[in-house]
């Protein structure tokens, strides 16, 4: 049995709301990524083309502060255990940042396809 209260909705999604705000406050790259997604989202509604483009933009959009919360998460955690240099912290936070590289990576290539075919 987990020593873990009942679950609530509502007390989860503050929760959630607490993290998100965290995130807003002390992650730059966070905020970076939210800007970028708060200009792009309109673009993705009035473009030219179909739902599942339109699907694959938003999805790969998305991952980015997706990604972005993962590797904070996980830097928060590594600095929880340990704040001394240490490879495998360091490793561990490495794969944080190459997760965020791949849903870069995955975003910028699948716009710049699908733009491409809308526009050439």
Do not use: C
Request: hydrophobic share 50%; aromatic share 10%; proline share 2%.
């Amino acid at each position: 049995m987990r020593n873990q209260p009942k679950y609530n909705f509502f007390k989860n999604t503050t929760y959630a709301l607490k993290g998100l705000i965290d995130l807003l406050k002390n992650e730059t790259s966070f905020r970076i990524e939210v800007i970028i997604t708060l200009i792009l989202l309109p673009i993705i509604i009035f473009i030219d083309t179909n739902y599942t483009n339109k699907a694959l933009l938003f999805i790969t959009l998305m991952g980015m502060p997706l990604a972005e919360t993962i590797n904070s998460a996980i830097e928060r955690v590594v600095d929880l255990v340990t704040l001394e240099h240490n490879e495998m912290a360091g490793r561990a936070k490495d794969v944080g940042s190459t997760i965020v590289f791949i849903s870069i990576f995955i975003f910028i290539i699948t716009w710049a396809l699908i733009l491409l075919d809308i526009y050439s």
